[in-house]
């Protein structure tokens, strides 16, 4: 959600993993962040914040189609759905790719708008967060094969069950 446009909005808890409804006469289950896995999602959400606040293609042009463009939402068989989001007057590109299948998908090849090298900035199957670690190895450069309705493409491993974000370089 927060590679779409429009505000964001994270409901309490979520950043923690707690287990049990929030409930308002109850403190929060900070203990929650000794264990492992707790710890690694919260550290998934700071990044994630990070990226928001860091990038402005994903907050100047919240509520207009100009800073939003599909890549590919039809991939039904391989359920992947690919899309970029810009900033104004597309000085900045981020490229959004969702693997929505516990099978990890090598050599995927995407189409992009413009050629360059797209640096990969977030992989939420990254060990840190508790992932396998599979990656782009920092991105990925441009070739000039098409791919959807784009002249060029990347061609890039897609960690099961994951998001990965690249940003235009």
């Not at 928001?52 to 042009?61: D, M, S, T, V, W």
């Amino acid at each position: 959600m927060f590679g779409h446009p429009g505000k964001k909005l994270n409901f309490m808890t979520n950043d923690i993993a707690q287990y049990s409804e929030w409930y308002s006469e109850v403190s929060l289950d900070w203990g929650n962040l000794e264990n492992e896995y707790n710890k690694k999602l919260n550290l998934f959400f700071k990044d994630l914040n990070y990226l928001y606040k860091e990038h402005p293609a994903l907050f100047e042009i919240d509520f207009s189609g100009d800073g939003f463009c599909w890549i590919d939402f039809s991939d039904s068989a391989n359920s992947i759905v690919s899309f970029y989001r810009a900033s104004n007057e597309n000085n900045e590109i981020i490229l959004f790719t969702f693997n929505m299948t516990p099978v990890l998908r090598e050599s995927y090849r995407i189409g992009v708008p413009r050629p360059g090298f797209y640096k990969e900035i977030l992989n939420s199957d990254a060990e840190i967060y508790g992932g396998s670690g599979k990656g782009n190895l920092g991105g990925r450069q441009s070739e000039q094969i098409r791919s959807n309705q784009w002249e060029h493409s990347i061609n890039v491993t897609l960690p099961p069950l994951a998001v990965n974000v690249y940003k235009l370089m």
